[in-house]
Structures are given as structure tokens and as C-alpha cells.
């Protein structure tokens, strides 16, 4: 008997890194799994591995920064699996080249990164709560960052939309909390993810070395994996976290406890879905 069994878990950019790893998680632990993304290969190769397991997934090919592909999405999910139980709010976007300060920041790169990484959230949620309330309850997870409470050079739309997220998340958690839904966040550290190694490769030298560069300015002296990200959002998820809502928890290698965390990395130092 797997800890969520019989429960529908939907989540938005699940075909890489964070996403993908939750994904698997839960099926390992008997939920069925609805991925949204635009990666179709990708989202299918999860869905693929899903299936070997033993479980149920399915792939919505979907750019969730749209209110039309939102609701599709949730649409698609109760014809597949009938309900949403739990819904892990977790595409994000940071380009290597999305690094400027305010002035040289594009309205248009602006609007993409906030559209994508909370506008999406709020959508998702919008559409899939109505749903949760029909099971009697369930939990809405969202994906923020540590540069949510602190933050690093040359990034004002990513850290305006992790700060968003918090806030956001506290805010659901008042309204829905009368109706047994729960709205939690997760803020991950540097994790090992396709964004974090196309970021790297930007950098001189190679790409596992620049990573573990990256690990040795955590207390715990890596980065980490989406597993590790993973293992909390079950919790979360599940009936051990039920006096939980409107919380955020850090999944950072001990960096937030730097301080300082920025400086300590330097500019190069990100977190990524």
C-alpha cells in the first residue's frame, strides 16, 4: 500500500528536474500523476517510466502561463482520472541570458518570467481548486525559492516572482483553510536540474566541476537532487503535515543559515524547478 493511493496529483512542469522527480515519487508511492509541460518528449519519457512501475501518468502538453491552457489542463486531468487531490504548482523559467538589473530588463522578459514562474500558479489554482473541494479537501503545493526570502544580483523578475509566491501562499492559506485545503510552499536551494547545468555551461570550465563549485558554498557541501526536493513535497502532501498550511520550508543545504548567502556564492550561484 502506497501513502497516496487512490489520489490524483497534478503537476505543472513535471517532465524535468524537481518536477519529474516528484512525479515519479508519487507514483512510487501509488498516486496517479497528470504532468503538464511543453516539452512533449520529455513529459512523455516520464510518463513512460511512470507506466513501467506500474502506475498511472499522463502527459498535457500545455505553456500554463496561459488562462485558456490552464483550464484545459485541469479539464483533461478529471476526464483522464475523474480528481485532483493535490496540485504541485512547479514550472519556473531562468534563462542564462535573463540576467540584467531593472533597466536592461525587457518588458517582455519581465512579463515572461512573472506569467510563467506566479501568474501560472494563480491560474492553476484557480482552476483545479474546485475540484479539490469536491474530495473534501487536499493540498496545493507551490514551488518558490530560497531567492523568495533572500536574493542574488541581476535577477528582479525571478526574485519578484519566487517573493510572489510566498505571499501568495499565505495569502490561499486563510481563505481555503475552513475548507481542508492546504496551501504550503517549497523554497529548494541549488538543485541539479537541466536549467542549473545549462546555466553552468555558460561558465569556464566544465560543466560537473562548475557544478560542484556550486555544492561546496553549501554548508552541506553539494547541491542538491530533486529527490531531495521531492521527499518534503510528499510530506507536505500527505496526512503527517495535516496541521500545516500557509508555510514555506527551506530545502537549501543549510544556505539560508550563511546569511551573507548571496555574496557567498556570488552572481553565478541559482536555484532552479
Not at 248 to 272: P, Q, R, V
Request: charged share 20%.
Amino acid at each position: 500500500m502506497g501513502t497516496f493511493d487512490g489520489k490524483v496529483v497534478l503537476i505543472t512542469g513535471g517532465a524535468y528536474g524537481i518536477g519529474r522527480g516528484t512525479a515519479l515519487e508519487f507514483a512510487r508511492e501509488g498516486a496517479k500523476v497528470a504532468i503538464a509541460d511543453v516539452d512533449k518528449s520529455a513529459g512523455e519519457a516520464v510518463v513512460s517510466e511512470i507506466q513501467n512501475n506500474g502506475s498511472k501518468g499522463i502527459l498535457i502538453r500545455a505553456d500554463v502561463s496561459k488562462a485558456s491552457e490552464c483550464e484545459r489542463v485541469v479539464a483533461e486531468t478529471i476526464k483522464s482520472f475523474g480528481a485532483i487531490n493535490i496540485l504541485f504548482n512547479n514550472v519556473g523559467i531562468q534563462s542564462p541570458d535573463s540576467y540584467h538589473n531593472v533597466e536592461n530588463t525587457s518588458e517582455e522578459l519581465w512579463d515572461r518570467i512573472l506569467n510563467v514562474n506566479l501568474k501560472s500558479y494563480f491560474l492553476m489554482s484557480k482552476f483545479a481548486i474546485p475540484y479539490i473541494r469536491k474530495e473534501g479537501g487536499g493540498v496545493v503545493i507551490n514551488t518558490a525559492s530560497v531567492q523568495g526570502i533572500q536574493s542574488q544580483p541581476l535577477v528582479p523578475a525571478y526574485a519578484a516572482s519566487k517573493g510572489g509566491i510566498l505571499s501568495l501562499t499565505r495569502q490561499m492559506s486563510l481563505d481555503y483553510a475552513t475548507e481542508n485545503i492546504r496551501i504550503l510552499a517549497v523554497c529548494p536551494g541549488a538543485i541539479d536540474t537541466k536549467m542549473v547545468r545549462d546555466i553552468a555551461e555558460t561558465e569556464d570550465g566544465n560543466t560537473d566541476d562548475v557544478v560542484k563549485r556550486y555544492g561546496s558554498t553549501h554548508p552541506l557541501g553539494r547541491i542538491g537532487q530533486p529527490v531531495d526536493i521531492a521527499n518534503v513535497v510528499l510530506f507536505l502532501a500527505s496526512d503527517k503535515a495535516s496541521f500545516m498550511t500557509g508555510e514555506h520550508i527551506c530545502i537549501d543545504g543549510g544556505y539560508n543559515a550563511l546569511g551573507a548567502w548571496a555574496s557567498a556564492a556570488g552572481a553565478s550561484m541559482i536555484e532552479e524547478n
